[in-house]
């Protein structure tokens, strides 16, 4: 009746306070049931994320090289230095400071083959094994990291898992402006997400895509409710042998 401009029936004029309130309060976000893990993100994309970015204790040459890249890779980061901090200090000081996200690489004699992607203050943290990493400086990239925000490609990661995991990596970037010319690309193929990094440039009708760096392949190794510093926090899901879940 309020869409169309008509009097209100007869039969609902008693309830009309009752129901004129409850419309008030919905509206495209909450006229459906949501699940409870859709209330971790549920600002996100209001303001521009504030991303932290970290290593492992007494990290080498190389993964400081990559830390460094990933520093660059993801708009507004900032790179702290691990020293001697637990993780717990870590995660607190980043909650003091309004840090939206935490990244942390590891390696294993010096090769990088883990990261950790925390969202804050109450998480899901995200932890992923890395393999095949090949920095800027092996690919020896002479293009140089635009400051433009990125577009996001997420390709096959359509089930549950797929779309939990889009959630946790695309809040790391801040939305892009139509024009940007930079790719960030999450390709998932046989639970393993290749990402690559782009350029794009327009020469007439063709366009010619140069690639940045780093280069890298990630699987999920688990999902956790909680943040990083929570050991006890609870398991969402958990990579298993012989697992496929594309």
Not at 73 to 90: D, F
Not at 125 to 148: G, W
Not at 156 to 173: C, D, E, H, P, S
């Amino acid at each position: 009746a309020i869409e169309a401009g008509k009097s209100i029936p007869t039969e609902l004029r008693g309830e009309e306070a009752t129901l004129r309130h409850e419309i008030e309060l919905d509206d495209n976000r909450t006229e459906k049931a949501q699940h409870s893990q859709d209330d971790e993100y549920v600002n996100a994309g209001i303001r521009d994320p504030k991303v932290m970015v970290t290593s492992s204790r007494d990290p080498s040459s190389k993964l400081t090289q990559f830390l460094k890249e990933v520093r660059l890779l993801i708009p507004n980061a900032q790179r702290i230095n691990r020293g001697g901090y637990t993780m717990a200090e870590i995660v607190d000081a980043c909650k003091r400071n309004e840090v939206t996200d935490l990244v942390v690489v590891h390696e294993h004699r010096g090769v990088p083959d883990g990261m950790v992607v925390c969202h804050l203050p109450y998480g899901p943290t995200a932890h992923f094994s890395l393999a095949n990493v090949v920095t800027r400086h092996d690919i020896m990239s002479k293009e140089t990291i635009p400051e433009q925000y990125p577009h996001l490609i997420f390709d096959n990661m359509k089930a549950n898992l797929g779309q939990r995991v889009t959630n946790i990596l695309k809040y790391l970037f801040p939305v892009p402006k139509p024009e940007s010319k930079r790719l960030v690309t999450f390709a998932n193929r046989e639970d393993w997400i290749s990402f690559r990094h782009h350029v794009f440039r327009s020469k007439g009708k063709e366009v010619q895509l140069l690639e940045l760096g780093p280069r890298f392949d990630m699987r999920v190794v688990a999902v956790k409710r909680g943040t990083a510093d929570e050991q006890d926090a609870a398991v969402e899901w958990a990579y298993r042998p012989y697992m496929n879940t594309a």
